[in-house]
């Protein structure tokens, strides 16, 4: 699974530098962090409505779709802070086995 992330974030930084007519993802940074925090946000509602959708119909294959879409344009807004997905992967690591209730309680009361 993280082979197919490393591969992505490879690509995505490779995009960085492109023309921004050469990609999709090379428009997308060229048009700068609003833009692509614009597309997370569409994308996350499209990914929700598909989820209730699928709940009533039980096809999750909108579901699916929608959620790729929505953690591709999450890896573009990480590369574009300079982040890789790594990083994201070690903190999904760092609280396996850790309570949800305690990793909240840890991060104080604003979270």
Not at 33 to 52: D, Q, R, Y
Not at 92 to 100: E, K, Y
Request: aromatic residues 6%.
């Amino acid at each position: 699974m993280s082979d197919t992330l490393s591969r992505l974030a490879d690509v995505l930084e490779a995009r960085k530098t492109a023309a921004a007519d050469s990609s999709y993802v090379a428009s997308l940074y060229h048009k700068g962090l609003n833009k692509i925090l614009e597309k997370v946000g569409e994308e996350s509602i499209e990914t929700i409505i598909a989820a209730k959708d699928a709940e009533k119909s039980g096809d999750c294959s909108d579901v699916i779709y929608e959620t790729a879409d929505l953690w591709f344009h999450s890896l573009v807004m990480l590369a574009a802070l300079g982040q890789h997905p790594q990083a994201v992967l070690d903190e999904l690591d760092r609280r396996f086995g850790l309570s949800g209730h305690d990793e909240k309680a840890a991060r104080g009361p604003a979270a």
